[in-house]
């Protein structure tokens, strides 16, 4: 078996409970930002993990695309493999790792599909050829070949040329509205900080702090 022999010793920063916000879509707010400021390739890169019907689990990376009060958007195929986990089972959790600053953000809830409106205006921000990409491919299915990919995109460029790309009916995005939100900061001797945001039934969140 390979051994890793690599150890880490947390020292950069602490978490207090009087550091934290109320909210913790602000104290989110500022993690991110700082983590913007740090790191700058790829911050809102997050691991997204749903289950199937039966509770089997996969997780993947998928971009931040926005958050606010009601959650974190991130848009993929609506006919992937992580879609169709949620469409029977909307458990979802997200979790950020910023090593520059030695901490991590979980999240817990539950996802819904955004409005198409709202898909369409975040669709027309992509880049060309990501929008083009969005018609080639259908994401999580077996394909015989790269040149599946290659000849798709060229097909599509042909078609859409000198044309704006529409919205592809199986592609758009997801709110992960949370129920619970966990920050958590590295410390000496593995005895971390951590710091869980609960959702209560009249809206209000109740923080604890968590054994590392
Ligand atoms: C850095 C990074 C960013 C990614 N961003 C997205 C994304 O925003 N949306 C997406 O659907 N897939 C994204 N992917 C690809 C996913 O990790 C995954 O391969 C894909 O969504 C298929 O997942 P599924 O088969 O479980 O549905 C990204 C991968 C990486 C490494």
């Excluded at 979790?95 to 030695?102: A, I, K, V």
């Excluded at 955004?114 to 259908?138: C, M």
Aim: charged content about 30%; overall charge positive; some cysteine.
């Amino acid at each position: 078996m390979a051994t890793i022999d690599l150890r880490k010793d947390y020292r950069l920063s602490g978490l207090r409970r009087k550091d934290l916000h109320a909210d913790p879509f602000r104290q989110f707010d500022r993690w991110f930002q700082q983590a913007l400021d740090s790191q700058k390739d790829e911050a809102h890169a997050m691991t997204l993990a749903t289950a199937d019907a039966k509770g089997r689990p996969s997780s993947r990376i998928v971009l931040l695309r926005s958050y606010d009060e009601n959650g974190f958007v991130f848009y993929t195929n609506y006919e992937s493999r992580k879609a169709s986990q949620l469409a029977k089972n909307p458990h979802a959790a997200l979790s950020f790792f910023w090593p520059m600053l030695e901490r991590q953000v979980c999240i817990a809830g539950s996802a819904a599909r955004i409005s198409r409106e709202d898909s369409v205006v975040y669709f027309k921000t992509r880049p060309h050829g990501n929008q083009l990409a969005a018609w080639v491919s259908h994401q999580s299915e077996v394909i015989p070949d790269r040149e599946t990919l290659d000849d798709g995109l060229k097909r599509m460029e042909i078609k859409y040329r000198g044309r704006k790309i529409p919205l592809p009916p199986w592609w758009g995005g997801y709110c992960v509205k949370p129920s619970s939100i966990e920050f958590w900061q590295g410390r000496p001797n593995r005895l971390h900080d951590r710091f869980r945001y609960s959702r209560q039934k009249n809206g209000s969140w109740k923080i604890e702090r968590l054994s590392p």
